[in-house]
């Protein structure tokens, strides 16, 4: 028996990462337990092919929280965020394409040519979703009241919710309470007009999701992506310079700049639970190491049925946790290619290459793949988020040519007939680079090499239940004060001394580090003890 | 202008909501006006002699939330309200065999143990706890909505009632109204059962006149109507009301006329007249005006304001929300006269399953596919469908040995591609009567004759914008203090003296009256603004 530390984190995730370096910063001694070889959990980049890195898992970034880029001095240890800009760029079933810049104005100009109406309605529409993402960004930051309890500080923070509310002002108040519970196509039908606009805006509510664009609470899900965007821009996309592995590189560098140890290879067999409190870990190893607390970086179910035991736990809460949806819907495709994609009406290289490439036509394609997995299929005509890392960022392919990271969805975790075998996995990579070449012919033949992970491949790999990448889904009833689970939602579990820091928990998922920021406030909140 | 055109109060549409909010004002003592467009009086709660000797339910056609509040205050069994209960539920499968849900709780549970031990077990503590949430929801449905924007004390106290009321529920139950809330049907039941029928036939309830899927979110809550019918005791769960639906409003219009209400039928208004802002009377189709102090609109929140009045007479705001307030059609009806009854082939012969419901839901994948038609504008090839014989529940509904029978019918999507024809309506009617010929054989050689109505039928001939029947959708932007848009969920509308009591206000659809009566209750109570 090694040890005691004050505190074990269990993965080495970027949200892991920054509990670990916000306790050593308070003093704590620290051990992070990464079961891989490599850290980064999610937020990882690996040399698939050598001399190509690929972001295998995220391959793009959400709003990290600025205190934890502040206080971990991340900039100093080599971080440095891109953002794309056009953000993105989407082909159009006939031939046109669409780009949406991060100058509001330049998309408005881009916007005119497909529809004026469309393109009048882009800031007054960017503005309402600003308006909306700012009050989620203040409920992001703020610990999940219990909603019965009679703490003040809950009380407090709902009033404070409320008032950040009423402070839109009537008009933009009544309208963000009236969009938040609809369908992102109902949302966009209001506004827009043109297929392309409103199937790529529509991507950002249903990616992760197992649900279409005409499924209420999709707009939720939307305005989860443009947390932090900034003014007028929409479907934002940053990219980390190196990799996003290069962000959690540099967490570990803060992290250890404050003492703690972080061991890669070691996977955690279990928690070790006395008495109803945690007093440390058994590794694979047998090895056992003690320490005062245990915080788990991994998802809900992992944390309580694989490491903990349900017979640990109150059948009711059990219960609870057996009914987290993870549904996980997407793969990954990672390509090298020889040269970039001549898309049709853009063949020649240009900025359009430069964010995310949307294939997402319309609404009616994007429900489409979904109506294939709804009934247990992956999509004969998925939704892809691809993006081309080496235009902006060349270090990371050899010199001339290129590394593509497609997002697919939905590939439903459950399949209806069969499994995710080696066949079924080529099968659907056919599909994804079938579907890409129907937008850019030259990409068959420019293709050298091809990596797919299925979201089976994605749980054993990365220890995503089902291969959800949000560690549970987004919708209206796992979030806030409902996730993990009602009655759990403040990075406390019933064992006490036990933690969650992942994104099962509020805010969710997305690399953000909020969840790992708000964990280490409550941790610390506790005492040092 | 003559003496007898005027009154206290003119109420617009002879639907149940306007009777009961008629035979409210007149109880008090108002000298009330009801002016009906058409010749019959209910709106889509009547019955009709469409074929002779033969009497359909031609919109509406069960009845289980009627506010017993109003049963009693209006003395309805005294004007003929009689209801008939509904025996059970009887889902016939595709392979042949069936489920049946009784009145009786043993027999139901032989019943489910059949399909699965598991589920009979989990129905009983699934129906506690609905019991108890119904009972949670109730007072809410009671309530005038409060206005979220305003500071004025009344709504400000208003809010906290609410709030008190949630922590009051205890955390258990709040946190099981909030997923009740925000889940899709099928998520909800999934967590409880096992056997597709059951989960199909229940979440059914919560797809009925919305324009979802029972896997989208926000139609869990639909869940409860069939507990809120049981907690009331006025009936258990759903009754027929002898006379047919049609039946229900006479005996309310009865109410209404002995306490002094003047009841017109083919007086149908054209437009409210208003005069510095303040609704003063109305004009009838035929040139007629009407004079009040009060004018109440039953119309539906598209009809009320953008037809009724000039938009000039109200705030942009405003008129911008009652556009965007959703008000999709989703279902139709097919009424049937038979010669013989019905042999389905999993119960052959006649027996009690023929007095109560039958419902065409062998599955959750089944409902999804009649979804999918119609989000693609298309009917659904093999719909949904609820079915009653109202003449085994009342023989007087036709002829001795003859039947009559009511097939609610789902999806019908009011925006079909290419718009409703006659062609389009009979084509429908085809695929109903060949889906429910897939389960009883003889149903086609025993049609007499056959009514189809389409939402284009509906908005035509009951005044339904766009065919819905519950006055726009119940999905949670349009509920409580957002019915029909936030500031105006109180009964009251930006035109002085001008007042709404349909179905488009809280609680809206069904047939509960409740809106009719709040609507009346804040008539009489508020002071002229």
Request: glycine letters at 10%.
């Amino acid at each position: 028996m090694t040890g005691p530390y004050d505190a074990i984190v269990i993965g080495a995730g970027h949200n892991g990462l920054v509990t670990a370096a916000y306790l050593g910063r308070a003093g704590l001694k620290v051990l992070v337990l990464e079961r891989r070889e490599v850290i980064g959990g999610a937020a990882v980049t690996e040399q698939v092919f050598p001399g190509f890195k690929f972001d295998t898992a995220a391959h793009r970034i959400g709003a990290l929280h600025p205190a934890v880029v502040r206080d971990l001095d991340l900039k100093r240890h080599g971080l440095e965020v891109v953002h794309a800009d056009p953000t993105v760029f989407a082909p159009a079933s006939d031939g046109r394409h669409l780009l949406l810049w991060r100058d509001p104005k330049r998309t408005v100009e881009a916007l005119r040519e497909m529809s004026p109406a469309d393109a009048e309605a882009w800031i007054p529409f960017s503005e309402l979703i600003g308006k909306a993402a700012a009050v989620l960004r203040a409920a992001w930051s703020a610990t999940p009241p219990e909603v019965t309890g009679n703490d003040p500080r809950d009380l407090w923070s709902v009033v404070k919710l409320g008032v950040g509310l009423r402070r839109l002002g009537k008009r933009d108040m009544v309208e963000v309470m009236r969009i938040l519970p609809m369908a992102v196509s109902e949302l966009l039908g209001d506004w827009f007009e043109s297929d392309v606009l409103k199937g790529t805006l529509a991507a950002a509510g249903i990616a992760g999701m197992f649900q279409g664009p005409m499924a209420a609470g999709t707009v939720y899900a939307f305005l989860h992506h443009h947390v932090g965007a900034g003014g007028g821009v929409l479907r934002p996309t940053a990219r980390v310079r190196g990799g996003v592995g290069e962000l959690t590189r540099a967490l570990a560098v803060a992290a250890r700049g404050h003492g703690v140890d972080i061991r890669t290879s070691q996977p955690v067999e279990r928690v070790i639970v006395k008495d109803g409190r945690a007093t440390g870990v058994v590794l694979s190893s047998g090895e056992e190491v003690a320490a005062a607390r245990v915080v788990s970086n991994a998802d809900p179910r992992r944390t309580f049925f694989d490491l903990v035991g349900p017979t640990e736990l109150d059948p009711e809460f059990v219960r609870k946790v057996t009914n987290i949806r993870f549904k996980g819907v997407c793969a990954k495709v990672h390509l090298v290619l020889g040269e970039l994609p001549r898309f049709s009406g853009v063949p020649e290289a240009g900025p359009h290459l430069n964010g995310v490439i949307s294939i997402s036509p319309s609404l009616e394609y994007l429900e489409r793949a979904y109506d294939d997995a709804k009934y247990g299929a992956a999509s004969r005509r998925p939704y892809l988020e691809v993006s081309i890392p080496s235009v902006t960022d060349p270090d990371v392919a050899e010199s001339g040519k290129h590394v593509m990271s497609i997002v697919a969805q939905y590939a439903p975790y459950r399949l209806k007939e069969g499994e995710w075998d080696a066949a079924a996995r080529e099968r659907l990579g056919d599909a994804v680079v079938g579907t890409l070449s129907e937008y850019a012919p030259n990409l068959e033949s420019a293709i050298l090499h091809r990596h797919v992970l299925t979201p089976l491949d994605l749980e054993e790999t990365y220890g995503l239940s089902e291969g959800n990448i949000y560690h549970g889904e987004h919708t209206l009833d796992q979030l806030f004060f409902m996730r993990p689970v009602p009655g759990s939602a403040r990075y406390r579990t019933p064992i006490e001394g036990l933690y969650l820091c992942g994104a099962g928990t509020h805010p969710g998922g997305g690399v953000t580090g909020f969840p790992g920021y708000n964990a280490a406030r409550e941790i610390l909140r506790d005492g040092k003890g | 202008m003559t003496a007898g055109h005027r009154f206290d109060a003119i109420v617009i549409g002879g639907g149940h909501n306007g009777l009961v909010n008629a035979a409210y004002l007149a109880m008090a003592g108002k000298r009330v006006v009801v002016l009906e467009k058409r010749h019959v009086l209910g709106g889509a709660a009547v019955t009709e002699e469409i074929y002779p000797g033969f009497k359909y339910c031609v919109c509406s056609y069960v009845v289980s939330l009627l506010r017993p509040e109003i049963i009693r205050d209006l003395d309805l069994p005294r004007h003929g309200l009689e209801i008939l209960p509904l025996e059970s539920t009887l889902t016939p499968l595709p392979d042949g065999d069936h489920l049946v849900r009784w009145a009786d709780h043993d027999q139901t549970r032989r019943e489910l143990y059949r399909h699965s031990p598991r589920d009979a077990e989990a129905y009983d503590d699934f129906g506690k706890l609905m019991y108890q949430l119904a009972v949670a929801v109730k007072p809410i449905l009671a309530m005038v909505p409060p206005d979220p924007t305003s500071l004025s004390p009344k709504d400000l106290l208003g809010f906290a009632r609410l709030a008190r009321h949630f922590r009051g529920l205890g955390e258990e139950q709040f946190h099981a109204l909030f997923k009740l809330m925000t889940m899709s049907a099928a998520d909800y039941l999934d967590e409880w059962f096992e056997t597709e029928p059951l989960k199909a036939t229940m979440s059914a309830s919560g797809i009925i006149g919305t324009f979802l899927g029972p896997r989208s979110p926000g139609t869990a809550y639909v869940l409860l109507h069939h507990y809120l019918g049981e907690i009331d005791g006025a009936m258990r769960a759903w009754g027929f009301a002898r006379g047919g639906t049609g039946a229900v409003s006479e005996s309310i219009a009865s109410a209404a006329r002995r306490f002094g209400a003047d009841i017109r039928t083919e007086a149908g208004v054209a437009q409210v007249i208003v005069k510095n802002g303040k609704a003063v009377g109305v004009a009838l189709e035929n040139g007629d005006e009407f004079r009040a102090p009060v004018v109440v609109s039953a119309l539906d929140p598209k009809r009320t304001f953008l037809q009724m009045v000039e938009p000039k007479d109200l705030p942009d705001d405003f008129v911008d929300a009652i556009r965007r307030f959703k008000i999709r059609g989703s279902s139709g009806k097919v009424n049937l006269a038979l010669s013989e009854l019905p042999d389905f082939t999993c119960l052959p012969g006649v027996g009690p399953h023929l007095r109560g419901a039958i419902s065409i839901s062998p599955s959750v994948d089944y409902l999804e596919r009649a979804y999918d038609d119609a989000k693609y504008g298309a009917f659904s090839r093999r719909p949904y469908m609820d079915i009653i014989i109202p003449s085994m529940i009342d023989p007087g509904m036709a002829p001795p040995g003859k039947h009559v029978m009511s097939i609610f019918v789902q999806y019908a999507p009011s925006d079909l591609d290419g718009g409703w024809d006659e062609t389009k309506r009979e084509a429908f009617g085809d695929a109903v009567i060949d889906t429910l010929a897939e389960y009883a054989p003889n149903l086609p050689g025993a049609i007499l004759h056959r009514q189809v109505l389409t939402p284009w039928d509906i908005e035509r001939e009951m005044g339904l914008t766009q065919g819905n029947i519950f006055h726009g959708e119940l999905t949670l932007q349009q509920l409580f203090c957002m019915r029909p848009t936030v500031g105006w969920a109180d009964f009251t509308t930006p035109v002085r003296n001008y007042y709404q009591c349909g179905s488009g206000t809280h609680p809206g659809g069904g047939i509960t009256g409740a809106s009719g009566r709040l609507a009346a209750l804040k008539i009489l109570g508020g002071r002229p603004r």
